[in-house]
Each structure stands twice: as structure tokens, then as C-alpha cells.
């Protein structure tokens, strides 16, 4: 391709609103313009990295023997409404009527309708086990998109299902697509870490996630490097740590502490630690309510949360005025003792001794509290965040924690939607049985983003062989001198003739320039065609090498085509 005619339109200037490499990148590079929040458009060079990702994918999917199909974006409301998921998506799901009022949605998401698929098409259990794919655009109406491609309102998913006879078959279908994706993220370039993760309160038995380790990522990963566990934030089993607190139990007291509603203020306040303290927060879980009570110097774990209550709303901090209700206090002064709705105790709250609660009164709190004789909890349960320096649940080690962008997740569903639909098959015994799923999803515009964000300097974008927009890029430097123009174009022609996608920057633009622009737009190997021509030398660089290396003109292709060849 001649950059003369490519539309690549770099920026200098990056809207504020990006905060991420990923997406400066993206945006200066030319790759993506944005519609709306959550909304892009691919140009050219993005289009021709997105259509690699795609293909990795498609191939690997292919030789696991999963079937491509493609399906609409916009759906009838019917199979979300047999599932419960027209309501349980809430305002993630973009909902629209046709002209005779029917009710459609832009699909978030397809577990209904590759069931109905199936249940439609499929007539003997003789075709089972069967895996079907897609890749296609999804629309969520996510509260935050942000991050450019990392998290849009229109995506590319790759999304797959398997439907098998028995859990037996449901475990080998999930190991080939555990296998396939490994293979994916390595031939993406993707450095990545798999987690165990949550599969949710109905249904599923087992799930894990894929992550690109970057701090910009919105998943939590606990890990211990002494046994290679790894788990989702959400999911991480937390093993209760006792503090070291007094021998016996202390007289009961009521204690003021004016406008002391956080932790914060309280550790100030009275001169204690922050894990002296139990927190007794409300939350408001499918319209009743209930009180939550972790140490002071911990965090509500949401998910485990809703597992435990067995909710099919997310659990929410209850509102003000609900509060005040409840505790008949102001804000900030909630506890366990005498309040009248069921309490759900952390393991570790258990364990503690002369503790400090809100009393349900304004501007005071109890001290010296000790379970059993000042309160009971309803239950008690793992109900926290893990943090850095939590004993691994496998092994017992220190744990580890970092962010990461989760760009795959693959689910052991079971029956959750063949029960919903109706999904089953007659055995050979003519026993009527239920079909058990698994479902398999890849981010691609997101592996996109993740690829960037793992992958550039503070030049630009360093992409990976496998999926950048093209493999090689000649510049002459000089555009006024004819020999340089036409070794660049003979050297040009010789790559694409050897099968390599390749730029050539014939612009009427300065050296510097061209380089600059190289680098951003991540070309993994440069040549450049400068004075040294007369002589037979070109310059050779790789995006990655420091500096450039000098060879003879003649030897350049072969040079680049190994190098080519060496890493996709
Ligand atoms: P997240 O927790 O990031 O919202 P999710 O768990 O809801 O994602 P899944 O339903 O598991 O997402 O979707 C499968 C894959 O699709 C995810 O692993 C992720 O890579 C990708 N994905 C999900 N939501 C988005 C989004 N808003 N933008 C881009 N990719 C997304
Ligand atoms: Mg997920």
C-alpha cells in the first residue's frame, strides 16, 4: 500500500476524555474515530488489525471443531423474556419496538438464541456433542463505557456454545476451548494469566477468565506464586486472619462520638485501629433489606454477596432514607445490636473480640461488643474483598494481587438455559434428558485495545507480527532523489511479491517525519532507503530494536521475510 493514498489520519492532540495508552494510541495512529461514547468506527489500518484478531480466532475455533454461524444483532424480545433476561440485563440492554409495536433488542449477548438454534434445528442426539460459534457485534449500554475499544456500547464478541449429552461431554468441550484459547491469546502476542472466576448464584459449575495483566485493567487478580493459584477478585476465597485483640470479653459500653460517620474519622477519633471496628453496612437486595458487617479495614465483596443471598438483582447500598429508617439514626451509625433486619456476618467479624459497632443512634457507638453475648449474627460467611497479604486459599502463601483486562471468559452454564427453553433430546432408550451447555466469549475489539495497551512506547504502538495492519514498511528518505525512490520501489515491489504486507512511504514528506509516523502506527520492521544507497547499503530496523542496523540493500527482503516468518 502507498501511504499517498492511505487514509490515516494521525493526530497530534488526543481528547482529554482518553486516558488510557490504548486509546491515545488508537486515536493518534489513525486506527479508530469515535461515533458516540462506546461507539468507534474502524478506518483502515484499525480494520486490517481487527480482521487478523478475527481470523486467529475463526482458525482456532475451527480446529477445535467449533461450527461458525452468524446472527442477527437485532433480536425479538421472545427468548430474552423466556429466560428472565429481558428484565435481569436491566438498562445494559439496548431495547427498541418495531412499527407494530413488537419488542426487539440489540443482542448483549446470544445464550437464548443459539438454544432456540438448536432446539429448532437439531433432531437426533446423534448430533451432539456440537459447538457453534460467531463472531459479531454485541450492544450493552454499559454504565461507564470508557477506555476506548476496552469498553464500548457496540463490540465484537466472539461468541461460542456448546451443547453436549451428559457433564462428561460438557468437560471435554470446555477443555478444547480452554486449549483453543491459549492458543488464541499466544498467537495474539497477548501476555496473559487465566483466573477462576465467579459463575453465579443459578447455574454454571465452573469459570474461568482470561486477563491481560495492566494496571489499567477493571478486574482485580489474586494470585500466589508459590502454588500458581489465580482467581477473580469476585470469586478469591478469603481465609480469615485474627488479629491480635485482648483475653476475655470487656463490659459492654455506649460511647459518644460525634460526627464520626467513617472509619476514617472513628480511627481518629478514638485513637484505634481501623480492624478494632466493624462496619455494618445496608444493602437493599431484591426489595428487602438486609445488613452486611465486615472489619473495619475491609470491603463488601458484592458477588460473594449476591451468591449468598441468592439474589437476582445486584445488591445495592441502601438509600438514605431507608437508613435512617432502619437504624432510626443518622447515616454512618448502623449496628448489629437490636436492629431488625437479618445481619450477614464476615468470617472474620466472627473472630473478633471488644469490637467497636455503630449503636443505631446518632452520634454513637458501642464498645467492647463480643458475639454471642451482645448480638448473633443470622449468618455467618466469606464476605470480603481479598487483599495483598492474604494467606492463598490453596496453599496457604502470601497472596499477590493485580489488575487486569479480562479479554475472555469461558463458562460451564449446564442447564441453566435448555431448562429455561426447553432444550432436550430423547436418548437412545427414548428417555427424555436435558442438553448441557458450556459458553465460550472472546472481547475482540477489546484484545485489540489489549494488544496496544501491552504492547508500545512512549513513540507509539508496538504491534505484535500476527495481527499488525502490516508487516513492513520501506521509507525512502529522501523524496527528491530519484535513486533512492527507485531502489525504495524496487525493494517495495520485491516484499509484496515474497507475500508480505507492506507499506511504502512515498510521501512528500521529511525523513523525520516518516519515522515518527512509523513508529506510531507500530510497523514491526522498517527499511529505510537513504544516501547510502550508491554504495548498496539500506538501514534495517525492527520496532523493537533500539537502533537501526545497516545491510546491503540485496539481502533486505530475505532479512525481513525471515523475520516475518520467525514471528507470526
Ligand atoms: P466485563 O466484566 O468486562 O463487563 P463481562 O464479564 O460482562 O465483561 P462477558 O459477558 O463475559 O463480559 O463477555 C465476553 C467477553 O466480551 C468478555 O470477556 C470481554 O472480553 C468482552 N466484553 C464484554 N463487555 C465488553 C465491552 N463493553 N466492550 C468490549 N468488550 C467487552
Ligand atoms: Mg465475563
Do not use: C, R
Given at each position: 500500500m502507498r501511504m499517498s493514498k492511505l487514509l490515516m489520519p494521525t493526530l497530534r492532540e488526543v481528547p482529554a476524555?482518553?486516558?488510557i495508552a490504548s486509546h491515545q494510541l488508537m486515536l493518534r495512529a489513525g486506527l479508530i474515530r469515535k461515533l458516540a461514547a462506546g461507539v468507534y468506527s474502524y478506518l483502515p489500518l484499525g480494520l486490517r488489525s481487527l480482521k487478523k484478531v478475527e481470523q486467529i480466532v475463526r482458525e482456532e475455533m475451527d480446529r477445535a471443531g467449533a461450527q461458525e454461524l452468524l446472527m442477527s444483532a437485532l433480536l425479538p424480545a421472545e427468548a430474552y423474556q423466556a429466560s428472565g433476561r429481558?428484565?435481569?440485563?436491566g438498562p445494559s440492554m439496548f431495547k427498541l419496538k418495531d412499527r407494530n409495536d413488537r419488542d426487539f433488542c440489540l443482542g448483549p449477548t446470544h445464550e437464548e438464541l443459539f438454544t432456540q438454534t438448536v432446539i429448532d434445528n437439531v433432531r437426533s442426539y446423534k448430533e451432539y456433542p456440537m459447538t457453534l460459534y460467531q463472531i459479531q457485534t454485541k450492544y450493552r449500554d454499559e454504565g461507564r463505557p470508557r477506555f476506548g475499544l476496552i469498553r464500548g456500547r457496540e463490540f465484537i464478541m466472539k461468541d461460542a456454545y456448546s451443547f453436549d449429552l451428559d457433564e462428561k461431554g460438557l468437560d471435554e468441550s470446555y477443555k478444547k476451548m480452554y486449549d483453543a484459547y491459549c492458543r488464541i491469546f499466544t498467537r495474539l502476542g497477548l501476555d496473559f494469566t487465566i483466573v477462576d472466576a465467579d459463575s453465579g448464584?443459578?447455574?454454571?459449575?465452573g469459570s474461568q477468565e482470561f486477563m491481560v495483566k495492566s494496571p489499567v485493567g477493571e478486574d482485580g487478580i489474586a494470585y500466589c506464586d508459590a502454588c500458581g493459584y489465580a482467581a477473580n477478585y469476585e470469586k478469591c476465597e478469603c481465609i480469615p486472619e485474627p488479629k491480635e485483640q485482648p483475653e476475655g470479653e470487656l463490659d459492654l459500653e455506649k460511647i459518644e462520638t460525634p460526627n464520626a460517620h467513617t472509619i476514617d474519622e472513628l480511627v481518629d477519633s478514638l485513637g484505634m485501629e481501623a480492624y478494632n471496628f466493624a462496619k455494618t453496612i445496608i444493602y437493599k437486595a431484591d426489595d428487602k433489606y438486609v445488613a452486611v458487617m465486615v472489619r473495619g479495614d475491609r470491603d463488601v465483596n458484592e458477588v460473594k454477596l449476591k451468591n449468598l443471598l441468592g439474589c437476582t438483582d445486584d445488591p445495592e447500598l441502601a438509600e438514605p432514607e431507608a437508613v435512617r429508617e432502619i437504624?432510626?439514626?443518622?447515616?454512618?451509625?448502623?449496628?448489629?445490636?437490636?436492629?431488625?433486619i437479618p445481619v450477614y456476618a464476615d468470617k472474620e467479624v466472627a473472630l473478633m473480640k471488644n469490637f467497636v459497632v455503630g449503636?443505631?443512634?446518632?452520634?454513637m457507638h458501642y464498645k467492647n461488643v463480643n458475639i454471642g453475648r451482645d448480638f448473633e449474627p443470622d449468618t455467618v460467611a466469606d464476605i470480603r474483598v481479598v487483599v495483598t497479604g492474604d494467606k492463598c486459599p490453596k496453599c496457604g502463601a502470601s497472596i499477590k494481587s493485580e489488575q487486569g483486562i479480562e479479554v475472555g471468559h469461558i463458562f460451564k452454564l449446564g442447564t441453566k438455559y435448555s431448562d429455561a427453553l426447553g432444550l432436550t433430546y430423547l436418548d437412545e432408550s427414548g428417555r427424555n434428558k436435558t442438553v448441557i451447555m458450556g459458553c465460550y466469549g472472546i472481547g475482540v475489539t477489546r484484545c485489540l485495545a489489549a494488544a496496544v495497551e501491552q504492547g508500545h512506547d512512549e513513540n507509539g504502538i508496538i504491534w505484535p507480527v500476527s495481527i499488525a495492519p502490516y508487516q513492513a514498511i520501506v521509507v525512502p528518505a529522501n523524496y527528491k532523489s530519484e535513486e533512492q525512490m527507485a531502489e525504495a520501489e524496487r525493494i517495495y515491489a520485491a516484499l509484496c511479491d515474497a507475500g508480505i504486507e507492506t507499506l511504502i512511504d512515498d510521501r512528500n514528506e521529511r525523513a523525520g517525519v516518516k519515522f515518527k509516523d512509523a513508529d506510531l502506527i507500530g510497523i514491526p520492521v522498517r527499511i529505510v532507503v537513504g544516501k547510502k544507497i550508491g554504495d548498496g547499503i539500506v538501514e534495517y530496523k525492527e520496532r523493537k530494536m533500539e537502533k537501526a542496523e545497516e545491510m546491503a540493500a540485496e539481502d533486505a527482503v530475505a532479512r525481513v521475510a525471515e523475520f516475518i516468518r520467525s514471528n507470526i
Open positions: 476524555e482518553a486516558e429481558w428484565e435481569v440485563f448464584a443459578m447455574g454454571g459449575s437504624t432510626h439514626a443518622k447515616v454512618g451509625f448502623a449496628g448489629p445490636i437490636g436492629l431488625g449503636a443505631n443512634e446518632t452520634d
